[in-house]
């Protein structure tokens, strides 16, 4: 079992940054890739970036690109979601997750609420 837990979020006016923070623990969790997944009200929930275990690898949204950061410190068991030059659009509950292929994961954390205000 892995188990995550996220922080970091809160409120921020438009053009400010964030950053996110997922404390992992359970045996095994660096041998995951792991990334951030988003939900708006009334949205579906969607992958916003990803890491593989190493860390040599990442994938972003295209709505994210050149504004999100996402690292991983598996010395730490920590992985990381750096967010500038934020929107208003970018208002979501952010989720940690682990394993993750396609549009699901196999372990997640609780979720944290990322609000930006216009």
Known sequence: QVQLVESGGGLVQAGGSLRLSCAASGRSWSMY???????????????????????????????????????RDN???????QMNSLKPEDTAVYYCAANIRATK????GQGTQVTVSS
């Open 33 to 71: 890739n792991m990334g951030w997944f988003r939900q708006a009200p009334g949205k579906e929930r969607e992958l916003v970036a990803s890491i593989m275990r190493t860390g040599d690898s990442t994938y972003y949204a295209d709505s994210v690109k050149g504004r999100f950061t996402i690292s």
């Open 105 to 108: 994961a196999d372990y997640w």
């Open 75 to 81: 010395a730490k068991n920590a992985v990381y979601l």
